[in-house]
């Protein structure tokens, strides 16, 4: 009998925009009260940075509230902040990069070529695990608990778990036929991509896309957070910072600025850093009006008439979101360290800010 774990359809882990409200979301502005994008975050009560542009201009860039409650430091735009999945869009794009060094001959490949003591491999290609179409069930209820508690739990070591469990249990679905959101799927893709280049995922992300895009404040994410220019996490009012971020590998390990995940969304909203193909294939897929599907690492959504691409994440005390507009060269970015009504809050941005200002 297969385990309950964590595992939701795309349209509930997309945190779709236009479903009924629920009482939390009712405490939130209204977009008839909206006046501007400062007035919006500030009736909000939101607590972070945030950047939005179009064509190359600011509607607004700013921050609220406290970096640190304890010491009273205020959130700029040079804050830190842990992103969660977000991070994917980056394991995502050194898959990518694999494929443009020969290192995977084809997203299609079955990870069977690369594994072959991974139960059902032959079934589960690259393409499954970006587009989160694997089957793979999630491994974060199999492991967070144990390594809050202290233990020591290695990303190589949640793979052997993950192929444990798959020798005694079935897919939650057959490759390809389903969209499931799992956090496997990514841990699995970061370390093919250290199997692959022979380097560690940090240093390969960092090389290959970091570095060239001058993202010199990305960095993977420590366990304690400590100095005055990182965010520290809040549930509420309660410091959360401290995780075990060993367990995220390639699915929720970065920390970022605004600045740099601007560059970032410059880079893929470009014509310059994917080819005309590998952005077809990025993102594929003509979306019906007002609903969302999954490309390659990054959802795209129509909201209001207009596509949206882009990708969110929470973890413990944080919560972010990264997207552009590609017809209107349009980019909102949202980084918060206070984890209340983050799903309701980020949708509500979403649909306020782009029917408001796009």
């Known amino acids: ?17 236009l479903s009924a409200c629920t009482s939390d979301e009712n405490e939130l502005p209204d977009i008839e009260n909206y006046s501007t994008a400062f007035n919006f975050f500030e009736a909000a009560s939101f607590n972070g940075s945030v950047l939005i542009s179009k064509n190359g201009d600011d509607i607004f860039r700013g921050s ?18 842990r992103i969660g999945s977000v991070s994917k869009t980056l394991t995502g794009m050194g898959i990518i990069q694999l494929k443009r060094e020969g290192l995977i001959t084809d997203f299609n490949q079955p990870l069977s070529d690369f594994d072959t003591n991974l139960p059902q491999a032959n079934q589960i290609t690259i393409s499954h695990l970006l587009s989160h179409q694997s089957g793979i069930p999630d491994y974060l209820p199999m492991v967070e608990t144990e390594a809050k508690s202290g233990e020591q739990i ?10 444990l469990y798959l020798a005694e249990n079935d897919l939650d679905f057959t490759p390809g036929s389903s969209m499931a959101y799992s956090n496997s799927n990514f841990l699995i893709a970061a370390l093919l991509i250290e199997e692959l280049s022979g380097e560690s995922y940090e240093n390969y992300i960092k090389s290959r896309i970091l570095n060239p895009l001058n993202m010199l404040n990305t960095e993977m994410g420590t366990v304690t957070i400590l100095g005055a220019n990182y965010a520290q ?15 995220t590998l390639g699915a929720g390990c970065w920390t970022s600025t605004v600045s740099d995940l601007e560059k970032w969304c410059q880079a893929v909203m470009g014509n310059h850093w994917f080819s005309a193909d590998e952005k077809e294939l990025i993102f594929e897929g003509q979306v019906p009006n007002e609903s969302t599907i999954f490309g390659l690492a990054w959802f795209k959504s129509k909201v209001n ?15 972010s979101l ?36 796009f």
Request: proline share 2%.
């Open 154 to 163: 290695s990303a190589e070591e949640i793979y052997e778990e993950i192929k």
């Open 305 to 319: 008439g207009k596509t949206f691409c882009w990708h969110g994440g929470d973890i413990d005390g944080f919560s």
């Open 233 to 247: 996490g809040y549930n509420q009012n309660v410091n959360v910072s401290q995780y075990p971020m060993a367990i």
């Open 322 to 357: 990264i997207g552009f507009l590609p017809e209107q060269n349009g980019i909102i970015i949202t980084l918060g360290n206070k984890q209340d009504n983050t799903g309701n809050l980020r949708n509500r941005i979403i649909e306020t800010i782009i029917r408001n200002e």
């Open 1 to 17: 009998m297969k385990s309950q774990l964590y595992i939701h359809t795309l349209i509930v882990a997309t945190l779709v925009f």
């Open 64 to 81: 609220f509230g406290l970096a640190n409650k304890e010491t009273g430091i205020l959130n700029d735009l040079e804050t830190k902040f």
